[in-house]
T-cell receptor
Framework: AQSVAQPEDQVNVAEGNPLTVKCTYS??????LFWYVQYPNRGLQFLLK??????LVKGSYGFEAEFNKSQTSFHLKKPSALVSDSALYFC??????????????FGQGTTLQVKP | GAGVSQSPRYKVAKRGQDVALRCDPI?????LFWYQQALGQGPEFLTY????????KSGLPSDRFFAERPEGSVSTLKIQRTQQEDSAVYLC???????????FGSGTRLTVV
């Protein structure tokens, strides 16, 4: 079965500093990996995904993620954090379903706190 | 519509009541998913539709949970005889046939008292 682990419940960074939110995964076959962000009382907003190709994936709002097959990791990064980046971040892996689509298996989430 | 729309946004139910949660997916999206997100947790898969066919309901926690999508667009998640442990945010997502991207609604926060 596919699974995702986010080892940090919370990450604190100062505004302007680089940030990293960690994610490791366990899959059979080639992974489809996703990052979503959730603001209070809002749904999940898509940030980026890795399907195939370059290991460095660029996404929305200046975020990027690096796929590392040997370490089975897909860490989310941003060179310079903003206070408005403070939110709950979820890593997810896609598990294939019937009908040529897949359901998302989510990690537990990491709260990012960016302080001015 | 432009996004996935869910209603109501908030629902308070007395224990034992039945509730119905609605999801209106992006027009033309074949796949529709329901997830349950307990407080402080990641979303967990409940069920999946391709058009009107419910192809996977392995995540439904009990037979009190029932979902339908009779015309292949709007979907309803029904919970019968609600219990306190059903309190959660229920998220709906839709995607194209290939499922390369998923658009989530804002969710319905259900509180059972």
């Amino acid at each position: 079965a596919q699974s995702v682990a986010q080892p940090e419940d919370q990450v604190n960074v100062a505004e302007g500093n680089p940030l990293t939110v960690k994610c490791t995964y366990s899959v059979s076959g080639n992974p489809y990996l996703f990052w979503y962000v959730q603001y209070p009382n809002r749904g999940l907003q898509f940030l980026l995904k890795y399907i195939t190709g370059d290991n460095l994936v660029k996404g929305s709002y200046g975020f990027e993620a690096e796929f590392n097959k040997s370490q089975t990791s897909f860490h989310l990064k941003k060179p310079s954090a903003l206070v408005s980046d403070s939110a709950l971040y979820f890593c997810a892996v896609r598990e294939k379903l019937a009908g040529n689509t897949g359901k998302l298996i989510f990690g537990q989430g990491t709260t990012l706190q960016v302080k001015p | 519509g432009a996004g996935v729309s869910q209603s109501p946004r908030y629902k308070v139910a007395k224990r034992g009541q039945d509730v119905a949660l609605r999801c209106d997916p992006i027009s033309g999206h074949v796949s529709l998913f329901w997830y349950q997100q307990a407080l402080g947790q990641g979303p967990e898969f409940l069920t999946y539709f391709q058009n009107e066919a419910q192809l996977d309901k392995s995540g439904l926690p009990s037979d009190r949970f029932f979902a339908e999508r009779p015309e292949g667009s709007v979907s309803t998640l029904k919970i019968q005889r609600t219990q306190q442990e059903d309190s959660a945010v229920y998220l709906c997502a839709s995607s194209t046939h290939t499922g390369g991207g998923y658009t989530f609604g804002s969710g319905t926060r259900l509180t059972v008292v």
